[in-house]
């Protein structure tokens, strides 16, 4: 198996578990939160997805798929169209409301985009730094495993969530 062969199953996974997680669900069941404090599982996968997009989209060098394909004006989500909700507010957090064929399919273009990148990378590519912020730089192989291990912590999350609404719900 290749490094892209690996990414690509790795992305795959994410892909699957977000599926899961949403489909079949209301806004009102994918917008609850258990407390005023916690993340609500739009949140959780709105946020997984704007983390993905402007990550690989930076070290692909493309334009994030949000605003390019037009999810920004989609969601119409009264934040800033660069916001990921990484260190949002709980009121942030609440902000978002969506349903799960908007969240899946802003995921699933993230989705494509991401794969079409990664399907071309080379050993070689992996190394390249791409974030001299950080002491060690970033490199592209930490970069996208950082993302699909953030990726894979939100959509678990999310999907204990869906596990606690159907025990609500009883």
């Known amino acids: ?20 997680a949403v489909d079949g669900l209301s806004v009102a069941d994918l917008s609850h939160r258990i ?15 704007r983390v993905q997009d402007d990550h690989v989209a930076a070290v692909a060098g493309l334009e994030q ?7 920004f004006d989609r969601f119409a989500l009264p934040v800033d169209k660069h916001r990921i909700g990484y260190g949002d507010t709980a009121d942030q957090a609440g902000e978002v409301h969506a349903s799960a064929e908007l969240l899946t399919g802003y ?4 989705h ?17 730094v791409v974030d001299t912020r950080w ?17 894979l ?15 609500i719900a009883k």
């Open 107 to 110: 995921y699933d273009a993230v």
């Open 65 to 71: 798929v949000w605003l390019a394909g037009g999810w």
């Open 35 to 49: 407390d005023p404090g916690a993340n609500s599982i739009a949140w959780l996968v709105w946020h997984l997805t």
């Open 1 to 20: 198996m290749t490094s892209a062969e690996l990414l690509t199953d790795a992305f795959e996974r994410v892909r699957e578990e977000v599926h899961a």
């Open 112 to 128: 494509e985009q991401t794969l079409r990148y990664v399907r071309d990378l080379v050993d070689a590519d992996l190394p390249r």
């Open 153 to 167: 912590q939100h959509v678990g999350q999310a999907a204990y969530l869906r596990g606690v609404l159907g025990r």
């Open 135 to 151: 002491d060690p730089p970033v490199t592209l192989a930490v970069r996208l495993i950082s993302v699909i291990s953030d990726d």
